[in-house]
């Protein structure tokens, strides 16, 4: 194939840190709304900070908002069919003077659909938020915070809207701007990161990016009592390094279950455009078509060295659950795991028949002849003390 033919020309160019983001946004809506809409009887989807923000496209398709109407629109068709016909609300908030008016535009437009867009400093209208999210009965929030900064996740500002019960939330924690700003005192990064924030001002690199987010995890998993949090960084279109982490909440494992197969998607997804977005600078550097695809040439390293730690916290946590009980389900224990970021089933299943293998742990219940332990059907995992490896 030609390069050139390789080269994205899509409204993400320069970019495409934010195509993965909506990427992540629509796959994860589109299988949550069929999950919630089969017994709630609203879905509220409420999108704090909804731009348009760098929209390139004269219809907004290459918004948060139009991504996520558009999957809502699909799902709301795909719950008909079986049955169920929940009400849809959608709550888009901007307040920035030139953006407004278009986003209004945009929802003055949507006729088939509850479309409410307001002007409203988000910071100043939090209880507004939890009003519109609580003002049906049985309904379920969901709740997009994507700032351009940090100021508006300060843990005490949103804490209403995390402590909705239903709900859950996604939010965008600039990593790459915090780490540039954390040092500074009249930041007031402990409004993020409570008594943590003098230790993380402290490290620095890799660690440090680390360790926000799993302080700012916490915190949002206190604040809001969910029991569980998932997160994903999103890489830089060209360099080597993580531009954003989302973190998202849930009180319920199928919302887990569905962003780990959200996030399985969506990785490939990120290295794929981010080999184009390289071979696009390569191209327009040397002003030379490529020998190779971009697939061949991609460069990546930060992502692999994340993956890597990610695996080696997540195994030793896991080591450390097994060994302290008796016996664990095979369900509890991937529960546990899967939170963990850019990890899959596949790996835990790979380590347990290793380490089955190795003679260190006993899975019960497996019956003969199946590879790789499965869920649902009552298999314990049990650590034989004693042998270590
Ligand atoms: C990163 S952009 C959102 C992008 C959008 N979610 C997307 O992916 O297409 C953040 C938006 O929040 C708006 N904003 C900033 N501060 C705000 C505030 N206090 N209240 C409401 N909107 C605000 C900005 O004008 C900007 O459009």
């Given at each position: 194939m030609e390069a050139a033919f390789l080269v994205s020309s899509s409204e993400y160019e320069d970019r495409e840190q934010t195509e993965v983001k909506h990427e992540i946004l629509q796959r994860y809506l589109s299988g949550f709304v069929p999950i919630v809409g089969a017994w709630a009887s609203d879905i509220a989807y409420i999108d704090?900070?909804?731009?348009?923000?760098?929209?390139?496209?004269p219809e907004f398709r290459d918004t948060s908002f139009a991504r996520a109407l558009s999957v809502l629109r699909k799902t709301r068709e795909v719950l008909k069919e079986r049955g169920k016909s929940p009400s849809m609300r959608y709550l888009f908030i901007e307040n920035n003077s030139s953006a407004f008016p278009k986003l209004k535009r945009y929802c003055d437009g949507i006729s088939d659909i509850e479309v409410t867009a307001k002007p409203w400093d988000f910071a100043q209208h939090i209880q507004d938020v939890v009003e519109f999210a609580k003002e049906r009965h049985d309904s379920f929030p969901f709740i997009f915070l994507d700032p351009k900064g940090w100021e508006l996740l300060d843990i005490e500002l949103i804490r209403p809207i995390l402590t909705l019960e239903p709900g859950e939330v996604l939010i965008n924690l600039m990593t790459s701007w915090i780490t540039r700003f954390l040092a500074l005192p009249e930041k007031r990064f402990d409004q993020l990161f409570g008594k943590d924030w003098p230790t993380l001002a402290n490290l620095s690199g890799e660690e440090q990016e680390e360790k926000i987010v799993s302080s700012y995890a916490n915190a949002v998993r206190k604040a809001g009592r969910f029991k569980y949090i998932c997160t994903l960084p999103v890489m830089k279109s060209t360099q080597d390094a993580f531009h954003f982490h989302l973190i998202y909440a849930t009180r319920h494992v199928k919302g887990v279950e569905v962003f780990k197969e959200t996030e399985k998607y969506v990785i490939p997804f990120m290295h794929d455009r981010r080999a184009q977005a390289q071979e696009r600078k390569r191209f327009l550097s040397s002003g030379q078509h490529p020998l190779f695809s971009s697939d061949a040439l991609y460069k990546e390293t930060r992502f692999t060295r994340y993956r890597l730690r990610s695996i080696e916290v997540t195994k030793s946590e896991l080591r450390q659950r097994l060994g302290a009980s008796k016996e664990l389900l095979y369900d509890d224990a991937w529960e546990m795991v899967m939170q963990h970021s850019a990890i899959m089933e596949n790996d835990f299943r790979e380590w347990l028949n290793k380490w089955k293998a190795d003679g260190i742990l006993e899975i019960q219940n497996q019956p003969r002849g199946q590879r790789l332990p499965r869920r649902g059907q009552g298999q314990m995992l049990k650590w034989i003390p004693g042998v270590t490896k």
């Amino acid at each position: 194939m030609e390069a050139a033919f390789l080269v994205s020309s899509s409204e993400y160019e320069d970019r495409e840190q934010t195509e993965v983001k909506h990427e992540i946004l629509q796959r994860y809506l589109s299988g949550f709304v069929p999950i919630v809409g089969a017994w709630a009887s609203d879905i509220a989807y409420i999108d704090c900070l909804a731009g348009p923000w760098q929209s390139v496209d004269p219809e907004f398709r290459d918004t948060s908002f139009a991504r996520a109407l558009s999957v809502l629109r699909k799902t709301r068709e795909v719950l008909k069919e079986r049955g169920k016909s929940p009400s849809m609300r959608y709550l888009f908030i901007e307040n920035n003077s030139s953006a407004f008016p278009k986003l209004k535009r945009y929802c003055d437009g949507i006729s088939d659909i509850e479309v409410t867009a307001k002007p409203w400093d988000f910071a100043q209208h939090i209880q507004d938020v939890v009003e519109f999210a609580k003002e049906r009965h049985d309904s379920f929030p969901f709740i997009f915070l994507d700032p351009k900064g940090w100021e508006l996740l300060d843990i005490e500002l949103i804490r209403p809207i995390l402590t909705l019960e239903p709900g859950e939330v996604l939010i965008n924690l600039m990593t790459s701007w915090i780490t540039r700003f954390l040092a500074l005192p009249e930041k007031r990064f402990d409004q993020l990161f409570g008594k943590d924030w003098p230790t993380l001002a402290n490290l620095s690199g890799e660690e440090q990016e680390e360790k926000i987010v799993s302080s700012y995890a916490n915190a949002v998993r206190k604040a809001g009592r969910f029991k569980y949090i998932c997160t994903l960084p999103v890489m830089k279109s060209t360099q080597d390094a993580f531009h954003f982490h989302l973190i998202y909440a849930t009180r319920h494992v199928k919302g887990v279950e569905v962003f780990k197969e959200t996030e399985k998607y969506v990785i490939p997804f990120m290295h794929d455009r981010r080999a184009q977005a390289q071979e696009r600078k390569r191209f327009l550097s040397s002003g030379q078509h490529p020998l190779f695809s971009s697939d061949a040439l991609y460069k990546e390293t930060r992502f692999t060295r994340y993956r890597l730690r990610s695996i080696e916290v997540t195994k030793s946590e896991l080591r450390q659950r097994l060994g302290a009980s008796k016996e664990l389900l095979y369900d509890d224990a991937w529960e546990m795991v899967m939170q963990h970021s850019a990890i899959m089933e596949n790996d835990f299943r790979e380590w347990l028949n290793k380490w089955k293998a190795d003679g260190i742990l006993e899975i019960q219940n497996q019956p003969r002849g199946q590879r790789l332990p499965r869920r649902g059907q009552g298999q314990m995992l049990k650590w034989i003390p004693g042998v270590t490896k």
